[in-house]
């Protein structure tokens, strides 16, 4: 089984930073992305960042320039910097994990972290 766990959200003023951060734990032979969403009060879950294998990155519009997402791949875990936050970043972040597998041969499975909140406000 594997499980992400993630931690760093909270309360932060407009314009201020916070880092999320989330690790994937469990038998993990091999995993292709980790990344974030976000789900604000009355909306739809929404690609926040994403960190593909090989490097490359995908960033929602509303966060280019602001949110910076990193990979330690030894570690399986993914962070993701926040900066400039706006009271409209204000949401359950939720940690996933796609393309992952558990032995050689297994199946691609899709994980999620529980979530962290991250409130912006005065």
């Known amino acids: 089984q594997v499980q992400l766990v993630e931690a760093g959200g909270g309360l932060v003023q407009p314009g201020g930073s916070l880092r999320l951060s989330c690790t994937a734990s469990?038998?993990?032979?091999?995993?292709?992305?980790m990344g974030w969403y976000r789900q604000a009060p009355g909306k739809q879950r929404e690609l926040v960042a994403v960190s593909i294998s090989g490097g490359s990155t995908n960033y929602a519009d509303s966060v280019k320039g602001r949110f910076t997402i990193s990979r330690d791949n030894a570690k399986n875990t993914v962070y993701l910097q926040m900066n400039n936050l706006k009271p409209e970043d204000t949401a359950v972040y939720y940690c996933n994990a796609e393309g992952v597998r558990t032995t050689w041969n297994g199946k691609y499975n899709v994980y999620w972290g529980q979530g962290t909140q991250v409130t912006v406000s005065s």
């Open positions: 469990g038998s993990i032979f091999s995993l292709n992305a």
